[in-house]
């Protein structure tokens, strides 16, 4: 069964940074996508940026400049996606969900992880 664990949500004032961390374990398949979603109170989920492969990035235009999607490559990190988040703004309030593809093209999603961004 694979697991994803999430860290690095918080609390920040606006124009701030934060780094979100999510470890996936347990997968008897290599993994070729991770990407993060965020949902906002009220709103649907939503893509937030995704790596293909441990190279091909997508960005939501609302984030881009701002937000760095990218994947470790130590062997004891291949399996961990980070979200590094500068100038934050209130408007990026939401749970962050980690969500994996595996080459099997099984999918699985973090908990989430909550992000308050104050103005």
């Known amino acids: 069964q694979v697991q994803l664990v999430e860290s690095g949500g918080g609390l920040v004032q606006a124009g701030g940074s934060l780094r979100l961390s999510c470890a996936a374990s347990?997968?008897?398949?290599?993994?070729?996508?991770m990407a993060w979603y965020r949902r906002a109170p009220g709103e649907q989920r939503e893509l937030v940026a995704r790596i293909i492969n441990g190279d091909l990035t997508n960005y939501a235009d609302s984030v881009k400049g701002r937000f760095t999607i990218s994947r470790g490559n130590a062997k004891n990190a291949v399996n961990t996606v980070y979200l590094q988040m500068n100038s934050l703004k209130p408007e990026d309030t939401a749970v962050y969900y980690c969500?994996?593809?595996?080459?099997?093209?099984?999918?699985?999603w973090g908990q989430g992880t909550q992000v308050t961004v104050s103005s």
């Open positions: 969500n994996v593809v595996n080459i099997r093209g099984s999918e699985y």
């Open positions: 347990g997968s008897s398949s290599a993994i070729g996508r």
